[in-house]
């Protein structure tokens, strides 16, 4: 009740206090009702759909937003990609091929559950250039990660979740910080990077990112999984009889079957897609809810199945479209703008080394803000390389560290990315457990890039 | 698969037949999918969730549609309304006090299915001209008639739902018929539609309307329930003990408790507001999604309940956004308009009695085109209505007759009017259903407002 009125204060407060710098009172007033959601999701006064619920009700009765931009979210275009990917995703875990590629991996890998984490985040990093979405990979990564859950015997309930699942989860998208920073063709915003980046004189190619990038990114892939095994830890940890388990489960499953082969065509026929999507003119959420109608035609997936499991969906597809919606408004109304040349205006004075640390430190830090990478990309990449240029931080070193903190930077809340959501959706994680363990994984990511500087200034110049 | 077939070639025959009158090639591939979309859901090829998914999918495929605009739906205020109304409804089952409001009324009205059916109807158009919105309306009455159902052992699994649940929500959505059509301020679309008419001259007062649609309602709300109960009959009929029974529930259940009270508060607020939202500008899907949080909240709803069985609201969510897009960027392009100056234009020379028949008839059949009824209305109402002036029709006759048809040709597909949405989400009616008994009641409710046309000629002169 404490943490409820506390959260509500708050959002008052912020309200009536009079805007700074050349602040709107309308984006005031909306980051006021922003600021108090993300609070109660952070200190769990509310759970993120009433939280989100809320906040909707609240800037459409103050008159803060108008009704068709407050709804705006819902027609988002990725929104459809997760909600498709989402199902989609059921239905890979319902066909019984999520069940085989798990136990295949796990008869493989599955002595411990650390080596199913690495496993997982090298099968990411190896897809990762083919597929320009870290929002569809989640897609793909998913169903791997949730039957690999459910055959190790952990379930979205709350005392089941721990023993593999929230570890492995955690590990899915953390592993999407690395694989996406790593290539180019990674991430879509990453493609926006490069075209900001050569505005002011940075050329990247595919080769040289990549080697910018390798060094950091194989460290943190060889950390990452380990710290959140210590920091974040599976209930079970050695799981010595699974792999003799799973290997005579194989051979009671036999050979793949009618639904499992449909499944696996349909899976690699959007995989194609989503990886033509960079090349080709192809929206990726219409390769998702074209993979979900084949599904559903083919009888793997049945509309029985979708309404008696579809609800966590729905609750995803709900709370990300208002939370995306308040931050990419708040962005519109240039809120985030103001706020990132306040910010960087402050350490024009200083030596190029310290305003290289804070300006990526803070770039990191004002995600905290921010329902979608492509937004804080779009709205202060070019606001925070312009003023780096100025104090004389090297254009080359500044763009790519910016570019790399876009991709890991994803995980630092649950909203941070839509590659998180769907994972979250899944009802392994709890939000204030991303925002504990995510912080890490984003503290972590942000010293081995920063320690990985003179490498970077090296081959980028 | 012949069905299937069919359906496919019926689309591309269209697709490729090159467009008549002045249509762009563009609203004609557009026709070509609706349509086929249409008639899969008609003749039971596909499920109207697939049939729409893969509507949406070729839209954006072949160029036809941008994607944002294929995506429109989804972010359409009343999809929200319908999203979070059929939340609600699971609320008030949850909370008990559809149960208790059930047991109420079938221990005053429950000895047998039709008077159950009566009652529906009756407590509808008692509280419509309070409720200007059919959408809101039908997610007043929607928990009722599901608790009604439940409660006299019908459930929505094929072979219970049969038993009384699919007659009482088939009732429940020809209730919305006649109400919305008897009282100017039973729904969103005769405010418009007065409006119109003002600029023909004709001049639609609060208690004219309600007089001239009185004869036809009065006879409708007798006749329609009795209809149904032969033409859509409920497996079970006679309930002898069940006024017994839900005294003795009743008498079980005890007096009303925290979770009912809340329910009932919150539910008599969103009435409130829905009522006021005609006078007061205040958005109908915020009052329900405001709604939706209180009832979470206060741990009425819990977040397990929506994951547990939001499946069916989702499904819902999705094929009516998907279908309403269609019909209105159909209409957005011009294709509505130039059908409807079209067949009116071929009738101008017709004595004036003639037009008056032939426009009617026309202004209903046309409505399996639309996905709302706002839509035609705006599309179509003033040219209707024009041409008969021009072919003498009285215009207060032409006036009411098209606005009360507005309101009554919303059971004639399932997609015909958002009040019909919940209810068939609810899993009691099949789509193939609503488009035989609603056909029906739709014919039914033609010939008495057509009969009545003496009685409305008289009353508005």
Redesign the interface.
Known sequence: MIKKILVVLTGIVIWFVPPVWDISTQAWHLFAVFFSTILAVLINA??I??AS??A??SV??TGTLD??LA???????F??LILSAFLVAKAVIKSGLGRRVAMLLIRRFGKNTLRLAYCIAVTDTLIAPAIPSNTARSGILFPIVNALALDTGSHPTPDSRKTTGSYLMMCGITSLTISSALWMTAMAGNLITVEIAQQFGVHMTFGGWFLAASLPCIIGLIILPYALYIYFPPGLKETPEAMQAADSTLQQMGPMNKKEWITLLVFLGMVTMWGLAGIVN??T??VG??G??ML??TGVYR?EY??????????T?IWFSILYMLSSQLNDLGFMHTIGVQISGLLQDLHWISAYLLLTILYVAIHYLFVSQTAQLLALFAVFLEVAILAGVPAALMAFMLAFATNYFSVITPQASTGNVIFIGS?YLLPGEVYRAGGMVTVINLIIFLLATPWILWVAS
Chains 1, 2 share one sequence.
Do not use: T
């Open positions: 509310f759970p759909l009433l619920l809320f909707l009700a459409v009765l009704v068709k709804f705006s979210g819902f027609s988002e275009s929104m459809l192809i929206n959420a219409i809810i074209l979900l109608a559903i035609a509309l979708l309404r008696a499991e579809g609800g966590d969906a729905l609750e597809y009802g």
